[in-house]
């Protein structure tokens, strides 16, 4: 996961130069693809600096909080069927908890946490302001993606998302039938994730880089990964709640008769075929949308 989230990182580089026909990442190994190790190299290697008058316990807190809080939340998505073994069946699930959809929306929520504690423990004003515009722009969207999600509890009649899987190969995908409810999903999705058109809390060429303008080196950088490990976990949750999961379209061959090996590979393969199209779509609409102004933004909310 980690290393997908990594290469997340890459992909959003490389898109954005096709999208604005430039080259993008290129020198460092076979098609730039080493770029990434050598990021990670230069951010552990950086000195850490140590703003005067921070607090430092919760300065060095926020960035754990945001990244492990980010992380968390992808251990109840299941991300392919069942594989048989000769232990007995094994669900493609990290945690398989009866009430993972509840634990996803907990876990994703207290984010929030790191993202106000590192502008308030940074005593710098920029980083106070991009911390309260942040918890007041998620805390908002919060409330629209659970009333969306709200939707799908009720066709599929269980909060746990092997079930609402399960659900939806046999009645069909709840986009079909929750489509405004799966549009909701995906706006909220976007403000949670603090990504255009509601970039705000890092707003460039407002707020410098808003909450984290006092981190360096390896903290600095646990707040871009637990940006980007929210943009896939959420694009996992509204695949697994909307579109079927792991369920391959127009065909029963994946979620009947004996599971095998060949079914979960196909099925993992076409749950990552969707989320990837997700990010990408996040991607996509960063470089296509204009930011909000932050009235437009809680408006919007309402």
């Given amino acids: 996961y980690m290393v997908g989230v990594a290469y997340t990182t890459f992909a959003e580089r490389k898109i954005s130069a096709w999208i604005q026909d430039r080259p993008g990442p290129n020198r460092v190994g076979p098609f730039g693809l080493f770029q990434v190790l050598a990021d990670g190299v230069k951010n552990i290697m950086k000195e850490e600096t140590m703003p005067g008058g921070v607090n430092k316990p919760l300065f060095i807190l926020a960035p754990a909080l945001a990244f492990s809080t980010a992380l968390f939340a992808w251990a109840v998505i299941p991300f392919a069927a069942p594989l048989p073994t000769p232990w007995g069946r094994v669900d493609m699930v990290v945690a398989d908890l009866p009430i993972g959809f509840l634990f996803t929306l907990a876990i994703t929520s207290l984010g929030v946490y790191g993202i106000v504690l590192a502008g308030w423990a940074s ?4 980083a106070l302001l991009g911390g309260l515009r942040s918890s007041a722009q998620m805390v908002s969207y919060e409330i629209s993606m659970g009333m969306a999600t709200v939707c799908v509890l009720l066709v599929a009649g269980n909060v746990s998302l092997n079930k609402i899987i399960a659900q939806q190969v046999f009645m069909g995908w709840n986009v079909a039938v929750l489509s405004v409810a799966s549009f909701i999903f995906l706006v909220a999705a976007f ?10 809390p890092e707003a460039e060429s407002e707020l410098i880089a808003g909450y984290h303008s006092e981190y360096s080196a390896m903290k600095f950088s646990m707040f871009p990964i637990s940006e980007y490990a929210n943009m896939v976990t959420t694009s996992a949750m509204f695949v697994t709640l909307f579109l079927g999961g ?10 009947t008769g004996p599971y095998s090996v060949a079914k979960a590979a196909a099925t993992f393969g076409m749950f990552a075929f969707k989320t990837i199209f997700f990010v990408f779509f996040y991607i996509w609409v960063r470089w296509s949308l204009p930011r909000f102004r932050y009235d437009q933004l809680l408006r919007f909310a309402w």
Avoid: G
């Avoid at 005593?123 to 920029?126: L, V």
């Fill in 246 to 255: 792991w369920d391959i379209p127009f065909t029963d061959w994946d979620s």
């Fill in 123 to 126: 005593n710098n004003k920029y």
């Fill in 191 to 200: 403000a949670e994730t603090n990504r255009v058109p509601f970039d705000l």
